[in-house]
Structures are given as structure tokens and as C-alpha cells.
């Protein structure tokens, strides 16, 4: 059974950092495209980030730059770090492989002073 579970939320304040985690299982995890999500307080879900396999990425416009994924095979987990952040980055993330229906519990991540 496929699953997901992420860490490394908190609170941060505008301009900070933080490093998210996600470790996938259940599936050959080095052999599948993951993603991360997020979805702010009152929205809908949104993609953020692809990691491919063979280690290309893509970002949505509002991050790229400021945020950096990396996946790690040998530990089954896939890494958001997360730079330059502002209020707008504020919600619930969460890391899928394509093509899953299974969510996890995700990881909230809140940017205020």
C-alpha cells in the first residue's frame, strides 16, 4: 500500500527558510515521478514542485527560484527546501507520486511574523 509521509513544517518568519521531507512507500520509489503540493488555508490543493527520476524538476512560477527540490533514492524521500519565504507560502504541503489517489497527512507550514 502506497504511502506518504511528510515532516518539517513550523513557523517561520518572512524571509526565512525551512526544509520539508517526504518518504515514500509502498512502490519502487526510485522509478517514479514525484510531486509536492500544497494548499493554503480556505483553497484548493496546488501543485508546487516534479522530481523525475532521472533528476530533472519543474516548479510552479510563484517558487521557482526560492525553492528546491531534491529527491534521494537510497532513503526513499524527497526534500523541499524552501528559501526567500513569504505569508503566500503558507499552508498544509504534501508529496504524492504521479498517479497515486493516496494521500498523507502533510506537513503545515506557517509564515508570520
Known amino acids: 500500500q502506497e504511502q506518504f509521509v511528510e515532516s518539517g513544517g513550523g513557523l517561520v518568519q518572512p524571509g526565512g527558510s525551512l526544509r520539508l521531507s517526504c518518504v515514500g512507500s509502498g512502490f519502487p520509489f526510485s522509478d517514479e515521478i514525484m510531486t509536492w503540493h500544497r494548499q493554503p488555508p480556505g483553497k484548493a490543493r496546488e501543485w508546487v514542485a516534479t522530481?523525475?527520476?532521472?533528476?530533472?524538476?519543474m516548479y510552479t512560477d510563484s517558487v521557482r527560484g526560492r525553492f528546491t527540490a531534491i529527491r534521494d533514492n537510497a532513503k526513499n524521500t524527497v526534500y523541499l527546501q524552501m528559501d526567500s519565504l513569504s505569508p503566500e507560502d503558507t499552508g498544509v504541503y504534501y508529496c504524492?507520486?504521479?498517479?497515486?489517489?493516496?494521500w498523507g497527512q502533510g506537513t503545515q507550514v506557517t509564515v508570520s511574523w
Open positions: 504524492q507520486k504521479v498517479g497515486s489517489t493516496t
Open positions: 522530481l523525475w527520476p532521472g533528476g530533472a524538476l
